[in-house]
């Protein structure tokens, strides 16, 4: 089945280290096709956050992090801060379905 | 880098359509594909299809197949979603997002401000 699987939720303290994982199959994520995330605050337009796996756009500060593995990829943000609250989707390509998946989408919540 | 800028919101009865715009600025509009992604009240994120203006080539997700019509217009910069036959489970909001180049699996950067449609009776 051609679908991104996240976590509904996650939360963590300011400063501290969160990831969300995203995880596909050997259509999307585990063919190779690059995985890419996006914040959406509330409220808000989705917006770019890191491309091609582990590349930020310019303007996106270095807290945020992503990788990838296998079928799997993982956003990782560091020295969590209250304005990070809001939504994280990864998107893959996927060559069953012909087109772009994106994943159901994590909540952040600061504590 | 362009901006994308969409029409306003609409209110629409079950069984009639709805044209959203997306207008480019700022940018060569010719060098991007544009997607359309839509949003359900309170639900993740949904990828609809997309154009490549250029070629004007289109691809549509299966759930959308017969219903949704996506064109551009080169001369003003501006792609269209067309959805019809609509019903309550269409209400969202409709997002369009930009693509530099033609390849399927590049990110979506930028992205329009969003259109709410509404499908009521």
């Known amino acids: 089945q051609s679908v991104l699987t996240q976590p509904p939720s996650v939360s963590g303290a300011p400063g501290q280290r969160v990831t969300i994982s995203c995880t596909g199959s050997s259509s999307n994520i585990g063919a190779g096709f690059d995985v890419h995330w996006y914040q959406q605050l509330p409220g808000t337009a989705p917006k770019l956050l890191i491309y091609a796996n582990n590349n930020r756009p310019s303007g996106v500060p270095d807290r945020f992090s992503g990788s990838k593995s296998g079928t799997s990829a993982a956003l990782a943000i560091t020295g969590l801060r209250p304005e990070d609250e809001g939504d994280y989707y990864c998107q893959s390509y996927d060559y069953s379905l012909s087109g772009s998946l994106f994943g159901g989408g994590t909540r952040l919540t600061v504590l | 880098q362009v901006q994308l800028v969409q029409s306003g919101a609409a209110v629409k009865k079950p069984g009639s359509s709805v044209k959203v715009f997306c207008k480019a600025s700022?940018?060569?509009?010719?060098?991007?594909?544009i997607s359309w992604v839509r949003q359900a009240p309170g639900q993740g994120l949904e990828w609809m299809g997309g154009i490549i203006p250029i070629f004007g080539t289109t691809k549509y997700t299966q759930k959308f197949q017969g219903r949704l019509t996506i064109t551009a217009d080169e001369s003003t910069d501006t792609a269209y979603m067309e959805l019809s036959s609509l019903r309550s489970e269409d209400t969202a909001m409709y997002y369009c997002a930009g693509r530099l180049g033609v390849a399927d699996t590049e990110e979506f950067d930028p992205w329009g401000q969003g259109t709410l449609v509404t499908v009521s009776s």
């Open positions: 700022g940018g060569t509009f010719s060098r991007y594909a």
